[in-house]
Each structure stands twice: as structure tokens, then as C-alpha cells.
């Protein structure tokens, strides 16, 4: 299995910011932590931090990523916009399209996303986005989007406990892929999307996300801490948050909570 190349992350793509600096590291217990730590000594937006495993992989809500060394890809990456902190979900959005996007280059016409942060391939999740927010006052200080995509772990090597739900590029392919390549794609399409983001809003992200949706159309069930929501999803408000049609004409909007597809009856 060939390792990470930094030198290799390090020299493409010509002039892009995001992946400069670059941390390699080995193992450790999570990337968003360690980015966290070092956007809390001053990292610059675009620096990236990517481990060959994690030994405390985190998702949302103290779930945990299933993170082997060797096979698969952590990513963070430090944003700093100087956008309201309402705004930060939005960024989570914006990376599941850049996700979407780049791992089209090698399953195309199969990948989709399901709100808010799985990106899927044959419905089955490939990869999670965990975005962290730490604020200054009444602005935000960084945000941290942290990416875990299964590139070359084998089926039988998933958790059983989501093995069923999940898969890798390896699975979908047949072959293995180079995780360097993922990264330089996935850095490329973040970069893309974020400048877009910040130069135009989210009302021209949203175009670029809606393709993918794979709940749009469907009765699903929304479950956030104590609060359960039911409905059709519609599409994405001007802020990221999902539509619900609850009945006819009466939408209801959801900011976070887990999706599931309800069963046509
Ligand atoms: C997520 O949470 O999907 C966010 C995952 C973010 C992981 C990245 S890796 C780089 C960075 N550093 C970190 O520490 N985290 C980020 P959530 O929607 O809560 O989904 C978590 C659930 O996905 C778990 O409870 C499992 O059911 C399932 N899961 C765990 N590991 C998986 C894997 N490798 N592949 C597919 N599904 C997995």
C-alpha cells in the first residue's frame, strides 16, 4: 500500500492555498484536534493537517470514525471567514459538494450526499465531514472541516456495526487508489468552492450541492436530540438549512439532526 507523499500534496496544485502548510502526521488521535491546536497558535486559513490513521477519529456527537492507518484519508483544513457565525454550517454543505465533486473523478455518475455531511456512493457512506467552529468575541476565530473519506480499507475490514451502511473507493472500483491523488483532488475542489462561497454566497454553492442530494423528493425523518420531524425534503433554504414539506405548502426548516428515508408505503 503506498504511503501519503507530502512532497508530492506539497507541489500540486500550482498556486492553490489550500494545502499550505501542509502537517503529515503518522498516527494520531484525531486531525480536527490537531487542528484546532494549531489554528488556536495562529495557523493561516488553507493549512491542512492529514493522518495516515487516528486513534480517536470523532464524529458528530461523540461518535467515533472508524480510522485504520494505511489505507484511508483524514483530512482537516483551517478556514477563516470573516462571515457571521450563523454561517458555518453552510461550510459543511460546501464540503460535501467539493467531496462529491472530487470523488466523481473516480466513480462518476454514483455519488451523492445526504444531509448534512454524508457523502455516499450507491447510497452506502464513503466518507463523514465533521466542521468545528471556535469563535473570538462575537466573530469566529477558525473553523475546522474535517474529512474522513474510505479510500482503500476492504468491506470486511469495516466495523461490523456500520458495515452494511459503508463503503470505500476500493469496493466501488475493484482497485486501489492512490490517497495522495484524493487529497490533491479534494484540496482543489474545497479551495474552489470556498472561494466561490466567499465571493458570491451561498445562494451559487447551492447549485452545486443540490445535484447530489439524495433525499430530495423522498419522505424522510429528521432526528436531532430529543426531536423527531417528519416530511418530504424539498431542497436547501438561502442558509444551508433542509427544507421539509410536512404537508402540503407548509415547509418546515431543520438546521442539524440525522436523516433517514422513510420507506414508500
Ligand atoms: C461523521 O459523523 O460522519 C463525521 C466524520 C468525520 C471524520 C473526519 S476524519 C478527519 C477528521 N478528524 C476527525 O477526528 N474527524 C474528521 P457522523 O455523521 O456522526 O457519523 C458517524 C457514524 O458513521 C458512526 O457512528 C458510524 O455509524 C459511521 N462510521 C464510523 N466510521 C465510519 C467509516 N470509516 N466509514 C463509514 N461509516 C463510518
Redesign the pocket.
Known sequence: MTSLSGETLRNTPAGGRFGRPLHLFGSV?????E?LKLAAAGAPEGTAII?EE?T??????N?????PPGC?????LILRPAVEPAAAPQLTIMAGAAVAKALTRWCPGIVGIKWP??VLIRD???????TELRLSGEGISSVIV?????VN?RREE??P??RD????LLEETGTETDRTAVAAALLEELESLYDLWIREGFDAVRPQWLPYSVLTGKRIRVAFQDEVEEGMAVGLDADGALLLEKSPGALRRVLAG?ATILKES
Open positions: 488521535e484525531s486531525t480536527n484536534l487542528a493522518a487516528q480517536a477519529g470523532r464524529g458528530r456527537l461518535r467515533t470514525w472508524q480510522s484511508n484519508l483524514y483530512l482537516s455531511n454524508d452506502r457512506k464513503v466518507c463523514g465531514i465533521l474535517g474529512i474522513g473519506v474510505n480499507i469495516l466495523d456495526a456500520f451502511a459503508a463503503t470505500s440525522d
